[in-house]
């Protein structure tokens, strides 16, 4: 199992600015995702933060809106940059083991985007 | 893009009646998995069955796989409040770990 933890756990942005979500696990995953949720929706994979390269996108995502690092194998940020009220949504960090187990999710954060 | 549909989207029982959310998907998986969302919070990991697995158990969940017809059910025995929250399905296609996500079912279960 895997503790996650996610800041921050809300924020209310402005259209045009930019806001970086981190996401910080309590030991080393090889696997680690982000997802999307918009408002009564299910969630969308955005992207896998990969250590060391670059993240790998899904369709409808891009590195421009949302940049991602992964330093280590504990720690990941998602940049969603230059906002709109229609990024308005619940971003979630996880966490994989592969095919065996199930993910650990992150609590999320929910953003706001006026 | 979603994987496939749940169903119902969303479902209203008592307490003690036993709860059926149905999940069909469209390609092939590695395996399936039921998750559980409470209030907007972080999704809670329930159940993985494996694509050779028909059923599978654990508590009062006991979930159900037919991958001739892509398709799995969740059933909630004797239903508690606490059990109130969206309930979701995803696929695990292959190696890289990624999940496709249904639509979710939303219970809610009457003290």
């Known amino acids: 199992s895997a503790v996650i933890s996610q800041k921050p756990s809300r924020d209310i942005c402005q259209r045009g600015t930019s806001l970086t979500i981190q996401c910080q696990v309590d030991?080393?995953?090889?696997?680690m995702f982000w997802y999307r949720q918009q408002p009564g929706q299910s969630l969308t994979l955005i992207a896998t933060?990969?250590?060391?390269?670059?993240?790998?996108?899904e369709s409808g995502f891009v590195i421009d809106k949302f940049p991602i690092s992964r330093p280590n194998l504990t720690f990941s940020t998602l940049t969603v940059s230059n906002m709109s009220p229609e990024d308005s949504s619940i971003y979630l960090c996880s966490v994989g083991y592969g095919g065996r187990v199930g993910q650990f999710f992150g609590p999320g954060t929910r953003l706001t985007v006026l | 893009s979603q994987q496939g549909e749940e169903d119902p989207q969303a479902l209203s029982i008592q307490e003690g009646e036993n709860a059926t959310m149905n999940c069909s998907y469209k390609t092939s998986i590695n395996n399936l998995q039921w998750y559980r969302q409470n209030s907007g919070r972080g999704l809670v990991h329930l159940i993985l069955?494996?694509?050779?697995?028909r059923e599978k158990h654990s508590g009062r969940l006991r979930v159900t796989l037919d991958t001739s017809k892509k398709s799995s059910s969740l059933l909630i025995t004797a239903s508690r409040a606490a059990d109130t929250a969206s309930y979701f399905c995803a696929t695990d296609g292959g190696n890289t770990g990624k999940l496709i996500f249904g639509q979710g079912t939303t219970l809610q279960v009457k003290p």
């Open positions: 030991s080393q995953v090889t696997m």
């Open positions: 933060a990969n250590q060391g390269s670059e993240a790998t996108y």
């Open positions: 069955i494996r694509s050779n697995e």
